[in-house]
């Protein structure tokens, strides 16, 4: 049973490690590229759009509209100068997020996730990290949340192959942020009343720097 679960892993769309995690650090700058090129840049949806508040549907058919999706995502993604992005960021009830993004030792990690589920961490390995947060879909607002420094996610990739990613410091934030996204949360969800609002004044108060969809 482990040597086929392993085997799985290895028809991946990316290596693994000897622990089983996908490698996302190789080619980083290719694999993004080639995504990007075949994608359209979509409008960001924003915190109120109904979209952003629920849970979305899982992931099942990985076929050819669902790789153009995701190649929408990361063309989005850099349009918008993001690290991270769910798909019902850019009005889509689906369970995949993609990323681009770099760890606290500036390691570069790109990828695709469908379907994630965070691993709880026992008590003891929790660490957090009180830092700013931000949100394509609360455009020019941040504000301090303290994530666990170290994150797991296990899922499918972009071909439905059995993934799982860990990252550490910014980028275990990232993977905490876009799972989250996907079941209904945004990260203002998670301060207090006050620091919410501060969040969204902050919001009203600025012009976002890339197209995003007005809610009615």
């Given amino acids: 049973m482990a040597q086929q679960d392993t085997d799985q892993q290895h ?79 850019i009005g889509v009830d689906l369970k995949v997020f993609v990323y681009d993004c770099p760890d606290d030792e500036g390691v570069r990690h790109t990828g695709v996730v469908c379907n994630p589920k965070l691993v709880e961490l026992p008590a003891e390995q929790r660490r957090l990290d009180d830092s700013n947060e931000g949100c394509l879909s609360v455009p020019t607002a941040y504000a301090s949340l303290a994530r666990p420094d170290y994150a797991e996610v296990t899922g499918q990739d972009e071909k439905g192959n059995p993934v799982r990613v860990r990252g550490t410091g910014y980028f275990a934030r990232c993977l905490q942020h876009e799972t989250d996204h996907l079941y209904g949360y945004l990260y203002i969800d998670r301060l207090s009343k006050r620091e919410r609002k501060a969040a969204l004044r902050q919001m009203a108060e600025n012009e976002p720097r890339y197209p995003v969809v007005a809610n009615d």
């Fill in 11 to 89: 028809a991946g769309v990316l290596p693994v490690d000897d622990e089983g995690y996908v490698i996302d650090t190789e080619d980083c700058e290719e694999r993004e590229a080639a995504w990007r090129e075949r994608g359209t840049s979509r409008p960001i949806t924003v915190v109120g759009n109904p979209v952003l508040h629920k849970e979305c549907k899982d992931v099942t058919d990985f076929g050819e509209e669902f790789q153009q999706l995701v190649a929408d995502m990361f063309a989005s993604q850099r349009t918008a100068e993001g690290v991270g992005l769910a798909a019902n960021q």
